[in-house]
Nanobody, 125 residues
Framework: EVQLVESGGGLVQAGGSLRLSCAAS????????IGWFRQAPGKERVAASC????????GYADAVKGRFAISRDNAKNTVYLQMNSLNAEDTAVYFC??????????????????WGQGTQVSVSA
């Protein structure tokens, strides 16, 4: 059974940092790119960042480029998203997903239809 478990969210002041984790199981982890998505209240879920199966390629949406850094530890089946210089527009539920390809714009191609429960990130002004 495929499982994706996001954690690390919380309430932080503007300018602060958080590190999210996505722990995966039920598939061959390093065969898959992993993407982080976020969904703000009343808005659609959008791609934020992605990383290739072996970590050699990463991608970022313009809104997070230069502030967020994605990484993975395949020995732990875990992907991380380090988020710095957070602002109110980063407030959202963050989800991770598995897919085939990560492109530089942060889009995850060939995404499998599995989602975790998400982790809430709230940034106060």
């Amino acid at each position: 059974e495929v499982q994706l478990v996001e954690s690390g969210g919380g309430l932080v002041q503007a300018g602060g940092s958080l590190r999210l984790s996505c722990a995966a199981s039920g598939f061959t982890f390093d065969d898959y790119a992993i993407g982080w998505f976020r969904q703000a209240p009343g808005k659609e879920r959008v791609a934020a960042s992605c990383i290739s199966g072996r970590g050699g390629a990463t991608g970022y949406a313009d809104a997070v480029k230069g502030r967020f850094a994605i990484s993975r530890d395949n020995a732990k089946n875990t992907v991380y998203l380090q988020m710095n210089s957070l602002n109110a527009e980063d407030t959202a539920v963050y989800f991770c997903a598995a897919g085939r390809y990560c492109v530089p714009s942060g889009l995850l191609l060939g995404k499998r239809d599995y989602w975790g429960q998400g982790t809430q990130v709230s940034v106060s002004a």
